[in-house]
């Protein structure tokens, strides 16, 4: 069985500030791990992923995330948040002897301030 | 390539009557998911297809609901004798295969039910 906890429903940062997003995840196999964003009213778009090649993995628009076993974590971090990234985030894991059906996190809204 | 379609985007239907959600995977995908996404909560897993095939439905309701993925023509989540709890955001997600474990998702079908 999997799941995945997102610590934080609202994150508010300021424009130019670290965003940092938190993901804890739960899995009996070595885990997929992932970071969607949704827009309002959009479908999820995929940020990066983690597939059990390097642990720091880079994506779109400068996010980046750790993959940290001993934690069991997968934080997702920019370094200057800027007034596009608010949107909702989601963590996901998967396992390839699961179908890959991915098990969410509750997601976390991101707003920025100017 | 066009990516994951579905339609309608917006579906409104009154207590009792029936919602059929079309979803064409991305060209060259033959692995379907469907997930349900309920106001303010993480997208929910419902049912795993391949082509004529469901391989997984362990997120499926017992009742009112199934899915279909025929060998031609898009993958159908048909729900019976809708409830005002079934109003949601369904998205559908495609795969090339289970050793590609990426999913790509449609801007999914938001149901309201009266």
């Known amino acids: 069985a999997q799941s995945v906890t997102q610590l934080g429903s609202h994150v508010s940062v300021s424009e130019g500030a670290l965003v940092l997003l938190r993901c804890n995840y739960s899995?009996?196999?070595?885990?997929?791990l992932f970071w969607y964003v949704q827009y309002p009213n959009q479908g999820l778009q995929l940020l990066l992923k983690y597939t059990s090649a390097a642990t720091l993995v880079k994506g779109i628009n400068g996010f980046e995330a750790e993959f940290k076993k001993s934690e069991t974590s997968f934080h997702l971090t920019k370094p200057s948040a800027h007034m596009s990234d608010a949107a909702e985030y989601f963590c996901?894991?998967?396992?390839?002897?699961?179908?890959?059906?991915?098990?969410f996190g509750g997601g976390t809204r991101l707003m920025v301030k100017p | 390539n066009a990516g994951v379609m579905q339609n309608p985007r917006h579906l409104v239907r009154r207590r009792g009557q029936e919602a059929r959600l079309r979803c064409s995977p991305m060209?060259?995908?033959?692995?379907v998911y469907w997930y349900r996404q309920l106001p303010e909560e993480g997208l929910k897993f419902m049912v795993y297809l391949q082509k004529e095939n469901i391989i997984d439905e362990s997120g499926m309701p017992k009742e009112r609901f199934s899915a279909e993925f025929p060998k031609e023509g898009p993958s159908i989540l048909r729900i019976q004798q809708v409830v005002r709890g079934d109003s949601a955001a369904y998205f559908c997600a495609s795969s090339p295969g289970v050793q590609n474990n990426e999913q790509f998702f449609g801007p999914g079908t938001r149901l309201t039910v009266l």
């Open positions: 996901a894991v998967s396992a390839i002897n699961a179908g890959n059906m991915l098990t």
């Open positions: 899995s009996s196999v070595p885990p997929y």
């Open positions: 060209k060259g995908h033959s692995h």
